[in-house]
């Protein structure tokens, strides 16, 4: 993710964050994703305490223990709440999803697996290559 922090410090849209930091979505929905960022514009969700509300985007690193939730119901959550973006990395088997929100639903936007070059909407202008992300190159 050292791609991910400088394309923010060269491009000062909002901040990451990593866990462990919960996130607030709502008082029965309390989750501590891996990665997080947050726009400038919503940057008043951040408090010392935690975040309340939906990140612009969320990154799960899936592990056997937390895969399956990670791709279920976390998910419909981040979706019905307005999280704009959400990826499931899977490093193990190097790939990963990017799904953008569509009205409250994630919509699959793109899939790579070992190759590829990842976009992001929420992210405009950042780009890696997998082979990069994953350190196969």
């Known amino acids: 993710m050292d791609k991910l922090i400088q394309f923010l410090k060269s491009n000062p849209i909002g901040r990451i964050l990593y866990a462990p930091v919960d996130v607030v979505i709502n008082e029965t929905n309390v989750f501590q994703p891996d990665i997080l960022f947050i ?4 940057a008043k969700i951040i408090t010392q305490k935690n975040v309340t ?3 612009d985007l969320v990154i799960e690193i899936l592990s056997p223990s937390t895969g399956y939730y990670d791709l279920t119901e976390k998910k419909d959550v981040y979706a019905e709440f307005g999280v704009k973006e959400y ?3 899977d490093p193990k088997k190097q790939w990963i999803e990017i799904y953008a929100n569509d009205t409250k639903k994630f919509r699959l936007e793109q899939r790579l697996e070992k ?3 990842l ?3 929420v992210l405009n202008g950042f780009e890696i ?3 990069k992300m994953f350190d196969l190159s």
Do not use: A, D, F
């Not at 726009?39 to 919503?42: H, I, K, M, V």
């Open 87 to 89: 990826w499931i990395v």
């Open 115 to 117: 190759s590829g070059i």
């Open 119 to 121: 976009k992001s909407r």
């Open 39 to 42: 726009s400038t514009e919503n």
């Open 129 to 131: 290559s997998l082979q």
């Open 53 to 55: 509300g939906p990140p």
